[in-house]
């Protein structure tokens, strides 16, 4: 009965082997479980990390066409940053200065073959360059000789063509000014390393380079050819040496033509002789004679009331010390202020001036700016020179404008604040010009409204019935006032070298533009009796640009100017003793009423 | 239990490795769009210096005092004549030989 047992011995041993086995594939499947979970955590850690970075790359980033401006190319933030330098443009977006890129050629000498062929081929192309210079530059022990900056594209595609090793090219930019000469003096020029070495270029140089946005300003291009123009034709037409034309909008302070000849060619700015690159508008400090009676007859007028009535005796010359003042053709009579302005009297000017005071009249001088440099953004003038020690010698001749020199840009801006609107309002040749405080300017008034209309109808009156009848424009209603200046030389006032200037602004009743024309050394002609006053030589330079601007800025004219005249100068003709009008060569041939200054010079003065 | 486990293994397995191949797809055509981008970047950029060249030479070609010297120049010109205008087939035109520089040329071209 053995067998049952061996058989119960074996069922054990299989139960137990069976056990056993099911224990070591119950570890290896234990092992195999957590390894698969290892994996499962793997996996789903490697999901979650491309599900997030999937996410990243897909939501979150910004749905936008990349600009230029933050793409991995070398574009810089902008334009002007990209070329260096801000453009300059016009009031009406016509480009003044820009920056272009040009190839430049330079040559590897080491590389250079056969240097006198090479030589040749360039001088077919760029004659200008001398031949035997060219040959030395190739034949040097070094790697790099530059042999013409700046090239023009066809230049350079010329000298790709020809293939020779040694030539290579360089990218670089340049200044280019498209209006060349015409606006030279205002726009300045840049050397070759593009830093500014005049005008605009020179004053504004840091807010060019760093700007990125174009430099407007508020110059118009045309206006500036009609003032160039009309300039250019008087110097000819006078054999003159230079001038200055100046156009400004009165209300609001903008130059709009500052014209300096002669002039240069901003590309060759190192090539001009000095007396091409010297600014005459800004630069030039001259006494300007009668046009100074303006601002003493004004000041005369703000300190005494606004009545052109007030008489003095003009019927001598007047004694001041050991010196005498008179009048070129002298009334020999007693003369209302609108006689005075209207005859240009030294003595009658003088004598209101003294009435007004070697201080006040300083203190007039120094509101309207004629005591020191005019500084604003993009203008920088001359200061001006001042007599040393004011007295009254001082006080009187610089009433009617000698003893005291200032720039042209000085006297266009004393003239805007007299006949303005009476408010302090400086000239300005950058739009959007945050430096320039013009709200408190505007808030600051010099002139009462009856002084300036007195002003404006007093020179009106200078156009209708005075030396300034070259200026008049039918419709227009143009004022102003002619001076002629002896310019001082070595030995004291030349009397064959005159300042012949005028200024006036148009229309009178409210006046908007304001125009300056000097012209320097005219020389009298046989069609002017051997004349060269302001009244011959730039009062119709000036009516040139005021008609031009007629046209350019669709002005139209009064529609009954004769009566508009007559309207406007009432008040002030029953103080004029001679209301007749006569013609502009019947007032001119009698000689522009003048000083001769020659008993003073102010750089004398202590 | 290890049924599930070895699907959800597979899966996310899977998973990885179609989303591995959308991120690179992306990051490849990500790449390709900034290529484009560069390229177009410098296209804009030469458009941007030929608008620059062409606007300086539109402001030195319209420069008033060039205009003004260009009127001075064809001012002297004098005016057309009646008599110089016509059609082919006017009679008084045919068989007319115009004798002008350009027309010489143009004969003895065709000659």
Redesign the interface.
Known sequence: MTPPQHTQTTDMNDINAHISLQGQQGSL?KA??SR??F??YV??I??IA??I??YD??MMVEFE??K?EI???E?PAS?SI??GRADIMDRNG???A?T??VYSLFADPKNIINAEQVASDIRKILPDLDGERLESLLTRNNRFVWIKRGLTPQQHKLLNDLGHHGLQFKRETRR?Y?????TSHLIGATSTDKKGIAGLEFLLNDDLTSRASPLNLTLD??I??SA??ALQNAITRFNAIGGVAVVADIQTGELLATVSAPDFDPHHFGNAPAKNSFNRFSRGVYEMGSTFKIFSTAAYLAQNGTSASDIFDASKPLQVGRFQINDFHAQKREMSVADIFLHSSNIGTALMAREVGVEDMRHQFKILGLNSAYASSGIQTESPLLPRVWRETNLLTSSYGHGIAVTPLHLMNAFIKTIGDGTNRDLKIVFNDHNNKDQQQITERLYSQNTVKVMQKLLRLGVTHGTSQFADLDGYQVGGKTGTAEKIGPNGYMDDKLMSSFIGAFPMHDPKYAVLVMVDEPKGREDTYGYATGGWVAAPAAREIIADMASILSLPPLDNPKQADDEFLKSLMPYIKDKERRTAAQILRRGEPDITPKFIDFREQE | MSTSVKYLCLLSILLCLALGAVVFWTGQHVHQLNTDIHIKNQQLLKEHERIRVLRAEWSLLNSPKRLDDLMERKKEQENPQQSQSGQFTDPQLKGTRINTPAAQQHNEGNE
Do not use: D, H
């Not at chain 1, 498209?178 to 015409?182: A, C, D, I, K, V």
């Open positions: 499947k195999m479980t698969l979970r994996m499962l996996c789903l490697a999901y491309l599900a970075k999937l790359v897909t066409e990349p230029i793409s991995n190319i574009a334009q990209l070329y016509v480009l003044l820009t272009l890129p280019f498209p209006q060349g000469t015409l291009i045309r500036q050819y160039y123009k």
